[in-house]
């Protein structure tokens, strides 16, 4: 009976260590199918993913060739546009210096104007002069009669003239009144914006050439202000 039993314990043993070696290797099998999987999907997805880098590297020189033809292209037009900047900066350099021309001019013509004391015309005048002022220029052609009206040609012109002869700003300064002095004569009361600085403006009409000063008389007050009370 103990010989059965010793039998019987090393026949358990055997299957049990049979077993346990079968199961070693299936462990094995299975973790070098498994290595042998994980190789297959790894160095398998390299080579696809380097397909595409293949592809990229033969489609580079036509991106190449594209990219230094470009530059030849263009070429024409930034010489073309760079000649042209050239011609604007050349037609605006021409332009300024004909305005700065222009204004020289006038400025040297305004300075070179003699005054002379004059009589005054009343006593409400503190100064009155004379001067060799030239006629302002004109648009209007023919035979010219005077357009006392706001906004014609002559009122602009003589505002023009009131301007020179007085040396108000000739965009800021008022026209209070406007009054026939003879033919083709007038007389104008101006002032600057502020009416601290009033004058009396004599003006006569010259064919084609516009308003000419003859005479300004700088006054105490002004006595055509009444007329807008």
């Known amino acids: 009976m103990s010989d059965f039993n010793d039998y019987s314990r090393v026949d358990k043993f055997e299957k049990r260590r049979k077993n346990t ?3 070693s290797v299936f462990l094995v099998l ?3 199918l498994l290595i042998v999987l994980l190789g297959v999907i790894i160095f398998g997805g390299d080579d696809e993913a380097d397909q595409p880098a293949d592809d990229q590297s033969n489609e580079a020189p036509e991106e ?6 470009n530059p030849e292209e263009q070429t024409p037009k930034e010489d073309e546009q760079s000649s042209t900047e050239e011609n604007e900066s050349e037609n605006n350099s021409d332009s300024t210096d004909s ?4 204004d020289i001019e006038e400025e040297n013509s305004n300075s070179e104007v003699e005054t002379e004391q004059a009589e005054p015309s009343d006593d409400n005048v503190t100064e ?5 002022w030239k006629p302002v ?5 023919g035979q010219h009669s005077i357009n006392f009206s706001d906004g014609s040609q002559d ?3 003589m505002r023009k003239a ?3 002869a007085t040396g108000l700003d000739e965009e800021t300064l008022t026209v209070w009144w406007v009054s026939r002095n003879g033919d083709q004569k007038v007389l104008a009361t101006v002032s600057n914006s502020e009416n601290t600085e009033v004058y009396r403006a004599y003006m006569t009409w010259v064919e084609d050439q516009g308003w000419k000063p003859t005479k300004v008389e700088k006054l105490k007050e002004n006595d055509q202000e009444y007329r807008f009370e």
């Open 162 to 164: 009131a301007a020179v």
């Open 21 to 23: 070696k079968s199961l």
């Open 137 to 141: 220029g004109t648009e209007q052609t």
């Open 99 to 102: 305005t700065n021309e222009t």
């Open 155 to 157: 009122r602009k012109e």
């Open 128 to 132: 009155a002069y004379t001067g060799n």
């Open 64 to 69: 190449s060739d594209q990219a230094a033809d």
């Open 30 to 32: 299975g973790s070098i």
